[in-house]
């Protein structure tokens, strides 16, 4: 499994591209599922501004970082300054609220990790988990959407591995895969380090924004209106990045030592984080570092039974794209 291998791009992966951007296409939601996020969202801050008149409601996670597939659950933070109330007690109080107004199956998870209030919209038919002051969240959904503006290529490539992961069944935290937010990570960090880069390392230049939250500085440089020729030396075709991906995530990354960091656009050591052992639950076998929450693994939640289970993935996928007649059909075959 450490050996190097020293492989070619296949010969007539030019021929994938147009089945791989067809798929892409498949995936984007339509123009309509917007608007109704944004109306339903518009309905939710007239029910809490009755109780709190001075919070916010901000969406954050795939309906707001521009890799939402259509059909995607809204996440929404409630920004709310009361230092009185426990978060508890916020969130049993919204679920009364929401409940009595018409929505459904409403329900406070008030022990999740990240503690939610859960509910469906029936006249949308959308579903919706509302988190407490989850500023952090807010903010690296901004850098995800800003990342995407700057090369199209980025938001290709993460449809078709956010749909791979999810049609092969790891794309679930809870037994021990990797979020939606790690692909993405994955896959922007992929684009910083192809050559010539396709991705500047926004975190790395100068800063046009700034915010703190919770005692964590998050700044970037974020005028990406003015990068978007960035990745134009590069000419690698969609198809040639996925496959790519998977080889390295198959054969070439260095599982042993290396921590992908999109916050300094390259690979950093295990040592330097003291990432090597396990801590508590956290064993660090696959190591994303979050950008903004520099001692937060988004790889954490993988164990030793989950990281065979998704390296043995990432080498199906990778031969599938070295060896198969029909990629696109057999990469995403139901697991
Ligand atoms: P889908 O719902 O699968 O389409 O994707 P999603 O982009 O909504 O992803 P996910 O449910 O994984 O995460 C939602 C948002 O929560 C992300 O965009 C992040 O803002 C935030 N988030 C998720 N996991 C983490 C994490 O481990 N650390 C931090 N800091 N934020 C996270
Ligand atoms: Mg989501």
């Given at each position: 499994r450490n050996f190097k291998r020293q492989m070619e791009c296949?010969?007539?992966?030019?021929?994938l591209n147009a089945p791989f951007l067809a798929i892409y296409e498949s995936l984007i939601p339509a123009e309509e599922e917007k608007t109704k996020q944004k109306q339903l969202l518009t309905s939710l801050e007239k029910l809490v501004n009755k109780e709190w008149p001075k919070a916010q409601l901000f969406l954050y996670g795939s309906c707001a970082n521009s890799f939402g597939v259509s059909r995607s659950d809204v996440d929404v933070c409630l920004a709310i300054d009361d230092t009185e109330t426990s978060k508890s007690e916020i969130l049993l109080k919204l679920a009364d609220i929401l409940q009595s107004d018409n929505l459904q199956n409403v329900q406070a998870l008030?022990?999740?990790?990240?503690?939610i209030v859960k509910l469906m919209d029936p006249v949308t038919g959308i579903s919706c988990d509302i988190c407490i002051n989850n500023v952090l969240a807010v903010v690296n959904t901004k850098l995800l959407r800003d990342y995407a503006q700057i090369d199209a290529r980025l938001q290709q490539l993460a449809f078709i591995v956010k749909h791979w992961a999810k049609t092969r069944g790891v794309n679930e935290t809870y037994r021990g895969t990797l979020s939606s937010y790690a692909y993405v990570i994955m896959c922007i960090h992929f684009l910083q380090r192809r050559k010539p880069a396709i991705l500047p390392c926004l975190q790395g230049m100068e800063t046009t924004y700034a915010v703190t939250v919770d005692d964590i500085e998050c700044s970037y440089f974020d005028r990406v209106e003015n990068l978007r020729n960035f990745g134009s030396q590069n000419k690698e075709s969609i198809a040639q990045l996925v496959w790519a991906f998977f080889d390295y995530w198959a054969?070439?990354?260095?599982?042993a030592n290396a921590v992908i960091s999109v916050r300094t656009g390259s690979i950093i050591r295990k040592h330097e984080k003291d990432w090597t052992r396990r801590i508590g639950n956290d064993r660090h076998l696959i190591c994303i570092e979050d950008p903004f929450e520099i001692s937060h693994d988004l790889g954490r939640v993988v164990d030793k039974y989950s990281i065979k289970v998704l390296r043995e993935e990432f080498e199906r996928a990778a031969n599938i794209m070295q060896y198969d007649p029909d990629p696109c059909a057999m990469l995403f075959e139901p697991y």
């Amino acid at each position: 499994r450490n050996f190097k291998r020293q492989m070619e791009c296949r010969s007539d992966i030019e021929r994938l591209n147009a089945p791989f951007l067809a798929i892409y296409e498949s995936l984007i939601p339509a123009e309509e599922e917007k608007t109704k996020q944004k109306q339903l969202l518009t309905s939710l801050e007239k029910l809490v501004n009755k109780e709190w008149p001075k919070a916010q409601l901000f969406l954050y996670g795939s309906c707001a970082n521009s890799f939402g597939v259509s059909r995607s659950d809204v996440d929404v933070c409630l920004a709310i300054d009361d230092t009185e109330t426990s978060k508890s007690e916020i969130l049993l109080k919204l679920a009364d609220i929401l409940q009595s107004d018409n929505l459904q199956n409403v329900q406070a998870l008030t022990r999740a990790r990240v503690p939610i209030v859960k509910l469906m919209d029936p006249v949308t038919g959308i579903s919706c988990d509302i988190c407490i002051n989850n500023v952090l969240a807010v903010v690296n959904t901004k850098l995800l959407r800003d990342y995407a503006q700057i090369d199209a290529r980025l938001q290709q490539l993460a449809f078709i591995v956010k749909h791979w992961a999810k049609t092969r069944g790891v794309n679930e935290t809870y037994r021990g895969t990797l979020s939606s937010y790690a692909y993405v990570i994955m896959c922007i960090h992929f684009l910083q380090r192809r050559k010539p880069a396709i991705l500047p390392c926004l975190q790395g230049m100068e800063t046009t924004y700034a915010v703190t939250v919770d005692d964590i500085e998050c700044s970037y440089f974020d005028r990406v209106e003015n990068l978007r020729n960035f990745g134009s030396q590069n000419k690698e075709s969609i198809a040639q990045l996925v496959w790519a991906f998977f080889d390295y995530w198959a054969y070439r990354h260095d599982y042993a030592n290396a921590v992908i960091s999109v916050r300094t656009g390259s690979i950093i050591r295990k040592h330097e984080k003291d990432w090597t052992r396990r801590i508590g639950n956290d064993r660090h076998l696959i190591c994303i570092e979050d950008p903004f929450e520099i001692s937060h693994d988004l790889g954490r939640v993988v164990d030793k039974y989950s990281i065979k289970v998704l390296r043995e993935e990432f080498e199906r996928a990778a031969n599938i794209m070295q060896y198969d007649p029909d990629p696109c059909a057999m990469l995403f075959e139901p697991y």
